[in-house]
C-alpha cells in the first residue's frame, strides 16, 4: 500500500515542480502587425522636347549628336521601344528623299555614326534598363538623298513606346 502513495506523491510532486519552474521561469513577449497597401505597377513616357533639330546638312554630311530626353514617368522599370519612318519633303505632296535607316542612335553620346544602332520601322528595344527618371537618347543623320539633286526641309517621325512588364 505504500507503494501506492509513494508513486502517488512523486506524480504530484513533478506536476507541482512543473508548475513552479514555469511561474518562475516565463518569458515576456508581444506582436505587432506590419501592413503594407500594394499598387498597381506603372509606366509612362513623357518626351523633354517635341523636335529633334538636326540643322542644315550637305548631301553625305553626318550631323553632331542631337539629343533627346525621355522620361519614364511611372513607379516601375518599363521597356522602351523605338522605331521612326523614312524621311520625307514638307513642302508639296510626301515624297521619300530619304531612308529611316539614315538615322542612327545611342545611350551613349559622341559614339562614332557607324557604331550606332539604326533606326528601323519596326520596333526595337533600347538595350538599357528604363526605370522611372530620365534617359538621353543621341541621335545622328547622314543626309544621304535617295534624288542626288534634292533641296528643302525634310522631316521623319520617331515613335518611342513603352510597356510595363
Do not use: R
Not at 29 to 45: D, F, H, K, N, R
Not at 124 to 139: A, E, R, S, Y
Not at 151 to 158: E, L, M, R
Request: charged share 10%.
Amino acid at each position: 500500500m505504500m507503494k501506492g502513495k509513494t508513486l502517488s506523491l512523486i506524480f504530484v510532486g513533478i506536476v507541482a515542480l512543473g508548475l513552479i519552474y514555469s511561474s518562475t521561469d516565463a518569458v515576456g513577449q508581444s506582436s505587432t502587425e506590419g501592413t503594407v497597401e500594394i499598387l498597381a505597377a506603372t509606366c509612362g513616357i513623357n518626351l523633354l522636347s517635341s523636335t529633334i533639330d538636326f540643322t542644315s546638312l550637305i548631301p553625305g554630311i553626318i550631323s553632331s549628336d542631337v539629343s533627346l530626353t525621355v522620361q519614364n514617368t511611372g513607379n516601375a522599370p518599363a521597356q522602351l521601344d523605338i522605331s521612326g519612318s523614312d524621311w520625307q519633303n514638307t513642302v508639296g505632296p510626301p515624297i521619300t528623299q530619304m531612308l529611316v535607316s539614315e538615322t542612327h542612335y545611342n545611350v551613349i553620346s559622341g559614339i562614332d555614326y557607324g557604331l550606332m544602332s539604326v533606326l528601323s520601322t519596326t520596333d526595337t528595344p533600347i538595350p538599357v534598363p528604363f526605370v522611372p527618371g530620365d534617359i538621353d537618347l543621341f541621335f545622328k543623320v547622314q543626309a544621304n538623298l535617295i534624288d542626288p539633286f534634292f533641296v528643302g526641309p525634310i522631316q521623319q517621325t520617331i515613335d518611342l513606346t513603352t510597356s510595363c512588364p
